[in-house]
């Protein structure tokens, strides 16, 4: 497996571009199966997480291409309903094909995408949803098996579970009910900025939504839909660690090319509040740390809140930050697991539920550390980044998942990082021997 290499301490000074949206360009790939006609989407990262999409939808029976940034989807009319174990275990993103093949097909098999190490992730709110909207849905053997013979009805369907809103199933629900007969009003919706170029992307194609990005959306089902053109967001979340990377080191001055600042308030008011510089301008923010960092307290929470995908990354400012800083995890409560590994790095966090008391310690010491999941590896990144010596991140596969070109981007700003590929290891060690 890869592991990347950092020798830390390195002051990271210039500029970085933003990449397109892992988060809106997945449920958009999974959204031009509700059309036979094709449609290309523009600014699409590449990462692990979309070449797995590429690979659902072709299973599925499209024909895609991604070239350069660009997925066009072609799915014609032979599209199958069953998306497999194999791919979706991989991807829990892939749970966004259930609610297009669902409202197309009238019929959807597709394998529950089960939990990962940021907690249990239940998809109960997407079943619930597209059982309002009449589809008969059964758990059997791994899979949710969901009919609606004659075709899906438009209905209420409240959305809010315990911890919220859920973006996905909002997702699921939208696309799944811009088929369906008649109209259906989501209530307590998800209002990520993800989830709203979703619906811009199903209104070219001819859908009938209003009020995304509130909590109330309504869609008038449409007979039928045509393919379309769409560029996806920037990647709020890239663009936020790239951000708290320029708030880490004093001396570090980043400026963040195409990124959609309103999609970030929540994270600029924690870094002006930790002593960084922050300017804005229309499509960048610069970021830069002068002096003294001071303690914040975080509680992540559904858009427009402190975003958990953050949450990680901020720590791993934190752990550098004099005084006591805390973070309540209200989204995923066990989404902790970068703490054992920070710690290894001479971090002093506690924890105490699903809250994380920081006591800041000045510095940290570069350590072997593990990857856990894809926002923990970023946090570890930071934190080898700012520290002294030697970090070496391994497993850093995850990171794949959702950084494109991200030791590209570091080294450019100055860092000192390179990948290690696992065929070098392997060299090493015939040498060694
Ligand atoms: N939840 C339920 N039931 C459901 C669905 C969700 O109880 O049926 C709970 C979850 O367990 C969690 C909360 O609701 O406690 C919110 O989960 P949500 O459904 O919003 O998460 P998601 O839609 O599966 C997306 C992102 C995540 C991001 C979350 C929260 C994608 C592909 N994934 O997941 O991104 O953390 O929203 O903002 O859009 C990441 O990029 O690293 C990542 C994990």
Same mark, same amino acid.
């Given at each position: 497996m890869d592991k990347i290499v950092i020798h830390g301490g390195k002051k990271l000074v210039g500029e970085v571009m933003n990449s397109g949206s892992k988060n809106a360009s997945l449920p958009i790939m999974a959204a031009a !199966? !509700?059309? =036979?006609e094709p449609s290309r989407i523009e $600014?699409?990262?590449? !990462?692990r997480d979309v070449h797995t999409m590429v690979k659902l939808l072709r299973v599925l029976g499209a024909q895609v291409d991604y070239t350069n940034g660009v997925v066009e989807v +072609?799915?014609? $009319? =032979? #599209? &199958?309903s069953n998306a497999p174990y194999d791919i979706v275990s991989t991807m829990r =993103?892939?749970?966004?094909v259930l609610g297009p093949l669902l409202t197309r097909l009238k019929e959807a098999d597709v394998s529950i995408p089960g939990g990962c190490v940021i907690g249990a992730r239940p998809i109960d709110l997407h079943i619930k949803g597209l059982e309002m909207l009449g589809a008969d849905i059964l758990i059997d053997h791994g899979f949710v098996k969901a009919k609606a013979p004659k075709g899906l009805r438009g209905a209420d369907v409240y959305l809010g579970g315990n911890f919220g809103s859920s973006v996905l199933a909002t997702a699921n629900v939208l696309m799944a009910a811009t088929l369906a007969k008649g109209t259906t009003y989501i209530e307590g919706a998800a209002c990520e900025p993800e989830l709203v170029d979703l619906a811009e992307f199903l209104i070219k194609m001819g859908a009938k939504i209003k009020g995304h990005g509130s909590h109330l959306i309504e869609i008038q089902g449409v007979k039928k839909l045509h393919g379309a053109n769409h560029r996806v967001i920037p990647d709020r979340i890239e663009a936020g660690t790239f951000m708290v990377a320029g708030a880490m080191m004093n001396g570090n001055d980043i400026l963040v090319r195409n990124c959609i600042i309103d999609h970030n308030h929540a994270l600029i008011d924690k870094l002006k509040q930790s002593g960084a510089l922050v300017l804005k301008s229309k499509s960048s923010i610069r970021l830069k740390r002068r002096g003294r960092l001071r303690p914040v307290d975080v509680t992540t929470l559904p858009y427009p809140g402190f975003p958990t995908d953050l949450q990680a990354q901020m720590m791993a400012l934190m752990t550098l930050t004099p005084g006591i800083s805390v973070i309540t995890e &209200?989204? +995923?409560?066990?989404?902790? #697991?970068?703490i054992s590994e920070l710690t290894r790095m001479g971090a002093k966090i506690f924890l105490e539920g699903s809250t994380a008391i920081v006591s800041g310690v000045g510095h940290l010491s570069g350590a072997p550390v593990m990857a856990s999941d894809l926002r923990a590896s970023a946090a570890l990144l930071l934190a080898g980044l700012a520290a002294e010596g030697e970090t070496e991140v391994n497993r850093i596969y995850h990171l794949d998942r959702g950084y494109e070109k991200i030791e590209e981007k570091l080294s450019a700003l100055g860092a000192e990082i390179f990948r290690k590929k696992e065929e070098s290891q392997k060299e090493l060690a015939a040498v060694a021997l």
């Open positions: !199966l !509700l059309s =036979a $600014n699409v990262p590449d !990462l +072609y799915p014609g $009319n =032979a #599209i &199958k =993103a892939s749970v966004c &209200k989204i +995923y409560p066990d989404r902790f #697991i970068h």
